[in-house]
């Protein structure tokens, strides 16, 4: 081959007539789709943990440790952008960038404003689209959609199948999983804690996934069945699965029921029993019924949870409060004990919600959960260290939206907590916490 070598001014030359050939911005962005979100939260609360028959009412956050965020007067901020671009033939292509999240202190220790976080790429995917038959396939990061998690993302392969008028086919293979804060084992957990929480986390999604899933929707007539069948094997760490229904009935035009049980279980693999002991942890199981009824205005959820086992560390859901069955509670879910990822104890809840929608789209709420962490077999409020106690949660909301891209919310969250104090120690607890969060969210 034949080298030719170029003079300063020929190569300036060679690029103008290769800019003559680009695409134009307009022409490039023709066929892209951008969405993005913005979102702001301020958070403040504090624990009040008194010590029972004694005069000395103890460490004001004693709890903060081991039953939640202790957050005060806590900004943060995070914004999402992403573009979806069609490059023909089938094909598109999808990347979003997030910034975020990062934690603006306001009180105390750590008060500081981050200045240093940076976008990162969140998702970045190639999909596939056989529209004649009704299928895509996606592969790369993404977020995982599945019905154990929340918004995780992962490097994953996805092939949906939606040719059958109202039944949804699904197949996933996850390779490595976000390292997210909120996913099973990422923070200390009781009798697993010798092993150290980021071990465990690594240790338990270092492992790959796959599933598949079947979804279907269904008229009956007037009413309307709703159907999620899900199947999961984590390579040698548990087999999922799980099976949603959702029953709606509706009453005259501006009135309706609706029945929902949900159930989520697995089965864990010996490794996991033997690197943890077959003593500290069990197979979980997730049970979750709830009635609501809608209508001129009016919304109002009776319901009740139960999951978990005497004495063990359960796994209930891959991350965070996964698929949002539970309409109620803010801060119990999250709790040591009873938080739905990984719990320990047997958990048994009962909750009741209520609320008004103005005209002006202007939502009034309330919510009350009532229940206890059971965390041996020995009496229904065991230790506060290991999560267990009597637990009451009540929250009342407003929500706005303003439009149909900006969106208002604003709580406040009463937690009680009344719990047995420790083998050999004379003082049990009463611990309490207020909580306060203000949120807006603009999508686009």
């Given at each position: 081959m034949k080298l030719v070598k170029l003079s300063l001014a020929a190569a300036i030359a060679a690029g103008s007539f290769s800019a003559l050939n680009a695409v134009s911005l307009e022409d490039a962005i023709k066929n892209v789709d951008f969405t993005g979100q913005l979102?702001?939260?301020?958070?403040?609360?504090?624990?009040?943990?008194?010590?029972?028959g004694n005069d000395d009412h103890g460490d004001r956050n004693?709890?903060?440790?081991?039953?939640?965020?202790?957050?005060?007067?806590?900004?943060?901020?995070?914004?999402?952008?992403?573009?979806?671009?069609?490059?023909?033939?089938?094909?598109?292509?999808?990347?979003?960038?997030?910034?975020?999240?990062?934690?603006?202190?306001?009180?105390g220790a750590g008060n500081t404003t981050a200045t240093g976080n940076t976008f990162n790429l969140r998702q970045a995917y190639l999909q596939y689209d056989l529209a004649d038959y009704g299928?895509?396939?996606?592969?790369?990061?993404?977020?995982?959609?599945?019905?154990?998690?929340?918004?995780?993302?992962?490097?994953?392969?996805?092939?949906?199948?939606?040719?059958?008028?109202?039944?949804?086919?699904?197949?996933?293979?996850?390779?490595?999983?976000?390292?997210?804060?909120?996913?099973?084992?990422?923070?200390?957990?009781?009798?697993?804690?010798?092993?150290?929480?980021?071990?465990?986390?690594?240790?338990?999604?270092?492992?790959n996934f796959?599933?598949?899933?079947?979804?279907?929707?269904?008229?009956?007539?007037?009413?309307t069945l709703d159907t999620q069948l899900w199947l999961g094997y984590l390579n040698k760490r548990a087999f999922f699965y799980a099976v949603?229904?959702?029953?709606?009935?509706?009453?005259?035009?501006?009135?309706?029921?609706?029945?929902?049980?949900?159930?989520?279980?697995?089965?864990?693999?010996?490794?996991?029993?033997?690197?943890?002991?077959?003593?500290?942890?069990?197979?979980?199981?997730?049970?979750?019924?709830r009635g609501t009824i809608k209508g001129y205005g009016f919304d109002g959820t009776l319901g009740g949870?139960?999951?978990?086992?005497?004495?063990?560390?359960?796994?209930?859901?891959?991350?965070?409060?996964?698929?949002?069955?539970?309409?109620?509670?803010?801060?119990?879910?999250?709790?040591?004990?009873?938080?739905?990822?990984?719990?320990?104890?047997?958990?048994t809840f009962g909750y009741v919600t209520a609320g008004y929608t103005l005209p002006s789209d202007l939502r009034l709420g309330v919510q009350f959960l009532y229940g206890a962490t059971t965390a041996d077999a020995g009496t229904a409020a065991t230790s506060a260290g290991a999560g267990g106690g009597d637990k009451m949660e009540a929250v009342a909301e407003v929500s706005y939206n303003?439009?149909?891209?900006?969106?208002?919310?604003?709580?406040?969250s009463y937690l009680d907590v009344k719990a047995k104090a420790e083998a050999g120690a004379v003082d049990d607890y009463d611990t309490k916490k207020n909580s306060v969060r203000f949120q807006a969210i603009y999508k686009f």
């Open positions: 979102r702001y939260r301020y958070d403040t609360g504090a624990w009040d943990t008194l010590m029972v004693a709890q903060s440790s081991i039953n939640g965020d202790n957050a005060k007067q806590t900004h943060r901020f995070r914004a999402r952008l992403a573009a979806k671009a069609d490059i023909g033939d089938g094909f598109k292509v999808f990347g979003q960038v997030q910034y975020g999240q990062d934690a603006n202190g306001g009180y299928t895509s396939f996606i592969w790369g990061k993404q977020e995982l959609g599945t019905i154990w998690t929340d918004d995780i993302v992962g490097m994953a392969a996805k092939a949906v199948y939606t040719g059958i008028d109202g039944l949804t086919l699904a197949a996933f293979a996850v390779d490595s999983f976000e390292a997210d804060g909120e996913r099973a084992f990422q923070r200390p957990t009781t009798n697993v804690d010798a092993v150290g929480s980021n071990a465990a986390a690594d240790f338990i999604f270092r492992q796959y599933g598949a899933a079947a979804i279907g929707a269904y008229d009956l007539g007037g009413s949603d229904v959702v029953y709606g009935l509706p009453i005259d035009q501006d009135l309706s029921w609706t029945l929902q049980v949900n159930y989520l279980g697995n089965s864990l693999d010996s490794a996991v029993k033997d690197k943890f002991g077959s003593e500290n942890v069990a197979n979980g199981n997730f049970v979750n019924l949870v139960m999951y978990g086992k005497k004495g063990k560390t359960t796994i209930n859901m891959i991350e965070d409060r996964s698929y949002k069955v539970l309409p109620a509670g803010k801060e119990i879910f999250y709790m040591q004990g009873s938080n739905l990822t990984d719990s320990f104890g047997q958990n303003y439009t149909k891209n900006l969106d208002f919310l604003l709580y406040y």
